[in-house]
């Protein structure tokens, strides 16, 4: 019984190269979520997926940042030309189907990035 | 914007008092209501949840009440131990997109 699985749970990276978070979701569960926290801060809504479906990506940035999760695979939260803000811990969710209907959504443990 | 708050940062309490912690959320078509546990270092912990069309339930040690006159939220931990010290917050979950919003989060202390 895996909980939702993140990798790599801490990257450092350079003022413009990529970020590559990876996200595989509890057995079963077809919906995902990105999140992002910055330090003593809450956690911010980015992207909200399905299977090979991007469902509402209101809070994700209009640049450099994209999500995807394919029909076979690991979701993937892709930060390119990384800056100094992007520096933040990225949490993974998942349910099994819409929040709204009240399935419960569970997180990883996190991937927190660093931009030096 | 509507968002969901909470009415204090910092809580401090003495081990084995009753901790209650608050919530405000602002948009009345919120449906489902999750209370997250997050410690150091770590994603939040699901604590329990209550839908719109109750207002309280009980998990063990824990109770959330929900107000929706005055969209209130709160959650209630009872004989509070060490292992509660954490950040908590509340989150809503609005029907139409079935994204959880979540609120800035209160800073429990348990003091021994």
């Known amino acids: 019984n895996a909980g939702v699985m993140q990798n790599p749970r801490h990257l450092v990276r350079r003022r413009g190269q990529e970020a590559r978070l990876r996200c595989s979701p509890m057995k079963g569960h077809s919906h995902v979520y990105w999140y992002r926290q910055l330090p003593e801060e809450g956690l911010k809504f980015m992207v909200y997926l399905q299977k090979e479906n991007i469902i509402d990506e209101s809070g994700m940035p209009k640049e450099r940042f994209s999500a995807e999760f394919p029909k076979e695979g690991p979701s993937i939260l892709r930060i390119q030309q990384v800056v100094r803000g992007d520096s933040a811990a990225y949490f993974c969710a998942s349910t099994m189907a819409r929040a709204s209907s009240g399935n419960t959504i569970y997180f990883g443990e996190g991937s927190w990035l660093t931009v030096v | 914007g509507e968002s969901v708050g909470l009415h204090l940062p910092t809580l401090s309490v003495q081990e084995g008092d009753n901790s209650i912690i608050n919530c405000a959320y602002s948009?009345?078509?919120?449906?489902?209501f999750i209370w997250y546990k997050q410690e150091s270092g770590k994603g939040p912990q699901f604590i329990i949840d209550?839908?719109?069309?109750?207002d309280k339930r009980q998990g063990q040690r824990v109770t959330v009440l929900l107000n929706k006159t005055v969209k209130h939220l709160s959650l209630q931990i009872a004989a509070t131990q060490p292992g509660d010290s954490a950040v908590y917050f509340c989150?809503?979950?609005?029907?139409?997109?079935?994204?959880?919003?979540f609120g800035q989060g209160t800073e429990l202390s348990v003091k021994p």
């Open positions: 209550i839908r719109s069309n109750m």
């Open positions: 989150a809503e979950v609005r029907d139409q997109g079935g994204k959880l919003i």
């Open positions: 948009n009345s078509a919120s449906d489902y």
